[in-house]
């Protein structure tokens, strides 16, 4: 397992590259930085769908320089971890639960042995629901945690609509699953095409993330397919569950964009008013990216971070 460097975008100083097999002998691609000198604690950084270590390299250099330590991992499915359908670009997973399962094996086997404590966590989108997930069942691992524009819910309102749902899941079950959502595709052009973009209104950085596609092509991922959906609106279904929230007592800074077309901004508000320790932050002028946005955007994203 390697990382990949492009002239844009270096491996911050001291990486370690790692491989973890999953329960189920799915191998994850994980990396982790322990600087010399003495640290905060460790950051552990859960990343969205369709995104990859490399993608925050620049977030590792800025923990870092903070003294922290860093650990991280791209998700099955993603990245250069291991993915299962002929067509590496579908989003895809089988069971959400895994995701959360994965995390607690990178926890244990990975992060535990070596990265020094007090824990955080910094999620961002997909990574926040699976993050929410985990803190729910394992209460006792992260000291706090901070979420990026986190999948809480999708589309405008705090729960989907029973008949999609319902639609979705007949889908599944007569066979479709493994195909894309209707109007999903590989990636291609228009995900590389920064006018009118969803993610972020910073040009530089959106352009890194496509030239470190283009040195590694393997790192691209097109869209969900039909049963990542069904198994992405369970998971969220039950985070709006009555009681699921509350079990996560640890402080928690939900930091919302407030110009979100990707996530639910009703959905962080709703959850983040159940949270027992949280505030709720929204960045009106942000897109979905908080932490690829422009610097002003990062510098208070940061500034809510060292609150924690």
Known sequence: MTLVATAGNPVPPGAEVDRITAADGSVLRVARWLPSFETRGTVVILNGRTEFIEKYFEVIGDLLARHYAVATLDWRGQGLSDRVLDNPNKGYVRDFGLYVSDLRRVFTDFIEPSC?????????????????????????????????????????????????????????????????????????????????????????RFARIVAQIDAEPRLALGGPTIHWACEALRAIAAIHAPGFSERVEIPVRVCTAGADTVVSIAAQSAVARRLPNASQHIFEEAKHELLMERDAIRSRFFALFEEL
């Open 116 to 204: 020094p404590r007090p824990y955080r966590a910094l999620s961002h989108s997909l990574g926040g629901c699976i993050a929410l997930h985990y803190l729910a069942s394992y209460p006792d691992s992260f000291d706090a945690a901070i979420f990026s524009a986190p999948m809480w819910g999708i589309g405008r309102g705090v729960g989907t609509s029973a008949p999609l749902r319902a639609l979705l899941r007949l889908l599944d079950r007569l066979g479709a699953g493994r195909r894309y959502l209707p109007g999903r595709r590989d990636y291609g052009d228009s995900d590389r095409t920064f006018a009118g973009n969803p993610l972020t209104r910073d040009a530089e």
